[in-house]
C-alpha cells in the first residue's frame, strides 16, 4: 500500500483530454455511458453531460477516459450522476484496463456489488470494483451503494470501491455513506493501490468501515 499526498498539477479539461482519441458525447451523440464506451477505443473520452444516468457501466478492457464535463466543479459532480439498480456493480474495471483507464467527475450511487467467486460468491465492489486492472479513479462523489453486510450469509466487501488483485489510482474522492460487511467506503485485498486526499466518513461496515486494506 502507497499512501501518498494528493500534490498534482490541476489542469483545464480541455487538456487533460487526449487530442490523440475521439471524444464521444452523452447525451448528444450516444443516449447512455455504456453505449458511449461499446463505441469507443483506447484513448478516447466519453465526455457526459450533467443528468441522471441509471445504468451500471463496464469499460471492457479499455483504456478510455469517462468523465463529466468539469471534474472540478463539486456542482458539477453532484449533478452528473451514475445511478445503479441496486442489483451490482456501477462501475466495473475487471479486465486489465491500465491508469489511463479514467473515471472521473460522477456521483456514483445505487449499487449492490457483483459475485466473486473467489470470495465464495460473496458480493464485492457495489460502488466501484476494480479486478486486475489499474485505473485512475479521480474527483468523484461515491455514496449510498450498499453491499450486503452478512444478512442471509451473504457478505458483501466494498462498498464503496473495491479492489481485489488491483492496483488502482484513488485521488481526491468523497467517499462516504456505504456500506457493506468489510471496508465499507474501500477495500483491498493483494495488489498495491495508491490512495490520496479522499474524504472518507459515514460508512459503516462490521469490520473497517472507513477502510479494510
Partial sequence: MKLQRCAFLLVLLAVSI??????????????????????????????????????????????ITVTSVDPNDPQVVTDTVIKGDGTGSVVALMAGEDDRAVLTGFTITGGYGSPDPDYDDSIVGAGVYCYRSSPTIRRNFIAGNNAPKGQDGIYGFGGGICCIEASPTIVCNTIRDNSAYKGAGIFVDMGEVRIAGNLIYGNVALEGGGARL
Fill in 18 to 63: 487526449s487530442s490523440f482519441g475521439a471524444i464521444r458525447s452523452v447525451p448528444d451523440q450516444y443516449s447512455s455511458i455504456q453505449l458511449a464506451i461499446d463505441h469507443s477505443e483506447d484513448g478516447d473520452t466519453v465526455l457526459v453531460a450533467p443528468g441522471l444516468y441509471e445504468e451500471c457501466i463496464d469499460f471492457k478492457s479499455k483504456n
